[in-house]
């Protein structure tokens, strides 16, 4: 996998309140991710851009809702998520705060 794929596979972290919880309990991180990523670019991307072991990778396909606008008709796009298990001794920090 090359760098610049390596940039374009994680889109950000996903906040939500299901987020925070799985965070939590499981030590897994969830981001958004290309739709086109498979688990092990995802697996790579994070290991190589935060330094961190990555133990197993889950993903999921969410579909956009249908939405009305007035009279017009629209829909939210699609977009997958990627749960990311950390191993033992590794942590995530997005808050950047140096300890």
């Given at each position: 996998?090359?760098?610049?794929?390596?940039?374009?596979?994680l889109?950000?972290?996903?906040?939500?309140?299901?987020?925070?919880?799985?965070?939590?309990?499981?030590?897994?991180?969830?981001?958004?991710?290309?739709?086109d990523?498979?688990?092990?670019?995802?697996?790579?991307?994070?290991?190589?851009?935060f330094?961190?072991?990555?133990?197993?990778v889950?993903?999921?396909?969410?579909k956009?809702?249908?939405k009305?606008?007035?009279?017009?008709?629209?829909?939210?796009?699609?977009?997958?998520?990627?749960?990311v298990?950390?191993?033992?001794?590794?942590?995530?920090?997005?808050?950047?705060?140096?300890?």
């Amino acid at each position: 996998m090359n760098q610049e794929r390596i940039y374009q596979v994680l889109l950000g972290p996903h906040v939500s309140e299901k987020a925070t919880l799985v965070a939590e309990a499981n030590r897994q991180f969830v981001f958004k991710v290309r739709l086109d990523a498979n688990k092990l670019e995802i697996k790579k991307a994070v290991e190589k851009l935060f330094n961190v072991q990555v133990a197993f990778v889950n993903t999921t396909v969410v579909k956009g809702k249908n939405k009305r606008f007035g009279r017009s008709l629209g829909r939210r796009s699609d977009f997958k998520k990627a749960y990311v298990a950390l191993k033992d001794g590794f942590d995530l920090d997005f808050t950047g705060a140096a300890e």
